[in-house]
């Protein structure tokens, strides 16, 4: 008889993480890498995977060399996220680095979004993105301009493998008088406690020829989207702005106040077109004082098979990971209610379940982004057209429960093709 032809693919995703027992409370392994997943607790492992010129080179066997240069399209964020459960107030600040075209054009970028949790009388929505100029230092750890430093800190001494093991020091004073006045000044020290990375290198590879399942990890493209996790941490510092609303000749003014303030952070790498990377995306933090789970789930494009990858971990108490997993077309993210938007028809999601048992059955809406929106009418209709996408970014934030603890989730689900 003849052997059963093994499928293919041209989707080399991350391996699969069965989840069954903690897997930093057991003292036997103490922390240690398992075959599916790396533990992220050494500053080295947050550099820049594109730093300088080139790319990162990727420890390990001789497959895992250094991405080329030759990559046509490159974005790498670092954002962290936080959630002060005592104010209310939630947000992201954002570094973004980007060439396109093999290099053409090549650029900086710092988003910041601040929200509030609950309905307010005077209401905290900021979402701003300023481009940053007079680039003095772009090295693996550290990045200077004239108004933002993004540095990395090594933490050299610690008693416990659950300790911080590095420290992000934010410092942005940024002044846009473009088309308001804008003021934005963040001066922050965040604690960064051990995360991860999906093996063999946190890398998901687009293969341009299909090959066979069993034999994905002995490959790898330019093509790819990586992602890094640091689950838990604490921020300490202030943020202010301060904006001209042209609307009410009114500004909005505020000062936040973090301290050992709940915080994620994730470097997130992608070496290919947005609209050619991923049809959809979903992502999920829930904190509260003593639970908190994280998740981020892309599916890929037809071209690829239209697989949905699925990373997802939990945290109980003090600072240490309880449970890693990962799945492709398992574990998914499901909306559990959903709500057409008539501009574009999407079916936005108003109820969701993440893996990990947390679900949110009424979703608080709090930005509707056409990522197109800015673009002008003609260039939006190609793009539209050409490429068949329309992106939009639905983001969430609400006080939420978990494990019969209350607390705070912030969700977005992004629509492209």
Request: neutral net charge.
């Amino acid at each position: 008889m003849f052997d059963k032809k093994e499928s293919k693919t041209k989707f080399a995703h991350v391996r699969e993480v069965q989840v069954k027992d903690p897997i930093l409370n057991d003292q036997k392994n103490h922390g240690r890498n398992s075959d599916s997943f790396t533990i992220i607790s050494d500053v080295s492992q947050l550099e820049w995977f594109f730093n300088g010129e080139g790319a990162k080179k990727k420890k390990g066997s001789g497959l895992l060399r250094a991405v080329k240069q030759t990559v046509e399209t490159k974005v790498e964020t670092q954002t962290l996220y936080f959630a002060d459960t005592k104010t209310k107030k939630c947000g992201f600040v954002q570094l973004l680095y980007s060439s396109v075209l093999g290099g053409l054009y090549k650029g900086f970028q710092l988003n910041f979004k601040v929200f509030s949790c609950v309905e307010e009388e005077i209401k905290c929505d900021v979402w701003e993105s300023f481009k940053l100029e007079d680039v003095t230092t772009f090295d693996a750890l550290k990045f200077v301009s004239k108004n933002v430093t993004f540095e990395f800190e090594d933490v050299e001494f610690r008693d416990d493998v659950f300790d911080k093991f590095a420290v992000l020091h934010i410092t942005v004073n940024v002044a846009d008088s473009n088309n308001n006045v804008k003021d934005l000044a963040l001066k922050l020290d965040i604690d960064l406690y051990p995360g991860y990375m999906i093996n063999p290198d946190g890398c998901n590879y687009f293969l341009d020829k299909a090959v066979s399942e069993s034999k994905i990890h002995q490959h790898e493209s330019t093509k790819m989207i990586r992602h890094v996790f640091i689950p838990k941490g604490q921020a300490s510092g202030k943020i202010s702005y301060k904006r001209l609303d042209e609307t009410s000749g009114k500004y909005v003014d505020f000062d936040i106040a973090l301290k050992k303030t709940p915080v994620v952070y994730v470097d997130a790498v992608q070496g290919l077109q947005p609209n050619k990377a991923a049809s959809r995306w979903n992502f999920c933090w829930f904190q509260s004082e003593n639970h908190s789970t994280l998740t981020m789930e892309f599916t890929t494009t037809p071209e690829h098979g239209s697989k949905t990858m699925t990373v997802w971990s939990t945290s109980d108490g003090g600072h240490g990971l309880n449970f890693i997993g990962s799945s492709l077309e398992k574990n998914k993210v499901t909306f559990t209610k959903t709500k057409t938007d008539k501009e574009n028809g999407w079916k936005y999601p108003v109820g969701i379940k993440f893996p990990a048992g947390y679900q949110e059955d009424h979703l608080r809406l709090i930005n509707r982004y056409d990522v197109l929106g800015e673009l002008p009418g003609v260039v939006k209709s190609v793009a539209q057209n050409i490429a068949h996408i329309k992106p939009y970014i639905y983001q969430y934030c609400q006080e939420s429960e978990y494990k019969g603890e209350k607390g705070i989730s912030i969700i977005e689900s992004t629509f492209i093709s």
